[in-house]
């Protein structure tokens, strides 16, 4: 399995990697407003994002839109052993680099308990199939993570060429609710009926 899981991440992230910028800003910006208009954001109160790396889908626009529009918005901070826990802003400039390179929230509001039932949180990954499954970088932080939420809408944020046919999976790998590309949102969720598109 780990080899499996080796070879489709290598294979992404090369592909990934290769991105001209107009490419990344361009589709990232058509993700963007996607989410921006899709129901489970929209209805939210409380917004989970990440701080992106290494040509990962952008989120700075729906970061600033939340913002302006009153949601609680966190980030995920890190801890010891490559954990991670969710930490409100109110601005960007709360956010400082961290490990990794990554931007982090410089405060220390965790999220309250309770939070998760009204909670979407924008997922990053290497690689999606269409029935949710997801491949991370391979510490299995945000795996730890999201397993906490209980209740929280996941939806992953990935260009059209990280959804895959199939994804290889542990029993601790976590799934999201739904994808959105540049090309199409697919709806995750165990269906009556075999239609995992909803657009």
Known sequence: MRQRKDVLRARVLARRSLLAEVEALTWSAAIQ???LQFPPYVNCRSLALYSPIQNEVATGVIRDRALVAGKRVFFPQSGPHESWELVQID???DLSTGHFGILEPLGGRRLPPGYQQELVVLVPGVAFDSRGNRLGRGSGGYDRLIKELK???L???AYDFQIVEEVPTDAWDQKVHYVISERRIIDCRPMPEESDQVS
């Open 33 to 35: 407003a996607t989410a």
């Open 91 to 93: 601005s960007v400039s």
């Open 151 to 153: 209740g929280a809408t």
């Open 155 to 157: 939806i992953g944020l």
